[in-house]
């Protein structure tokens, strides 16, 4: 069984609680680790304030908990998110699994999407005692409403997870961690241009923020590849509208387009048999690739997929508030982006085979 490095971080740890000062080799040899690895997650931890490193060794923080908390309370991190299952199962998952690993805990709010609760939400989490936020408010594409002016007055510290801030916004000095999906669409239109593909079709929705940024993405990664730019193929009502979104690429692969960028995972599952119908198969007469990769490798072809680091995004997010608790104002303003990768699978024919890209 594969050990995640929540889990190795979660058993370093408790050793450490257990013996106190301890050197990092000897750490190594009773995990049965390379010291290599226990040094990278050692630091991980240290960045943290979970950890203090001193000449090879390494103790719990002077006076504090795992948590750091001087009290000896274990640290309570409040996730607001605006759903759960797909994408952000694995978000949620990856800030429990930190948290666990650091002695907190994590209590979850859920805003819907479409809805304006976020404020009653967060406040819900307020007044349950949580230290700090973590935070994916309801912005719509693009921009930031109005009525969330109150996120810059949060009496804790609070870290964006897959949302950022215009630096003109009042919230740009708020912490932040996501994925560029800006990246995720270049990766996927590489691996399109190196199969000889010049032309690339995006079919994508318009109402969410992922989506937003995969439109303007598209745009900048034609732009850079030099690929024959073609009108996005709106996707208006999830999985109700695949019927015209199937005609629509059809007319483009008669065009000569005969790649197709598709966000999200479940539309991609619903195209494919859709686009056979018009007697186009995938990847035979089309080359198709999934953004998300929930869902992709269950597809019949397997679709090859741009994959957000989503379980990475809430452990970075957990531990970059654990860190903003500890120190306060003296660390700077985090704008973290970890970059996708393109899962290969299928569905673009060429190599066809399993593995990843960045």
Known sequence: MTITAEQRRAHILDLVRELGTVRVVDLAERIGLAAVTVRRDVAALADAGLLHRSHGAVSLPRGESAAGRVTGRERVVGML????GSYFDEIIEGARSAAA???ARLVLGISAYESSDDRAQVEQLLDAGVDGLLLTPNWKPGGHPEN??????LRVPAVLVERSAAPESPF???DSVGSDHHHGVLVALRHLSSLGHRAVQLAARDDTWTAYHVRTGYQ???GLLGLEPHPVVGIHQPGGDMEEVAVRIAAGVADGARAVLVHND????HLVPLLRGRGLRVPDDVALISY?????ALAAPPLTAVAPPKRAVGSAALELLLRRLQSGPELP????????????RTSCGGAGRSGATR
């Not at 479940?266 to 599952?269: F, H, K, L, P, V």
């Not at 998300?292 to 992709?296: L, S």
Request: no cysteine.
């Open 81 to 84: 998110v605006p759903t759960v």
């Open 101 to 103: 690993a650091a002695g």
């Open 148 to 153: 969330s002016a109150w996120l810059a007055g």
């Open 172 to 174: 740009a000095e708020l």
């Open 220 to 222: 900048e990664a034609v």
């Open 266 to 269: 479940q539309d991609a599952i």
């Open 292 to 296: 998300d990769d929930v869902f992709a």
């Open 333 to 344: 303003v985090h704008h973290v982006e970890l970059l996708p990768e393109l899962k290969v």
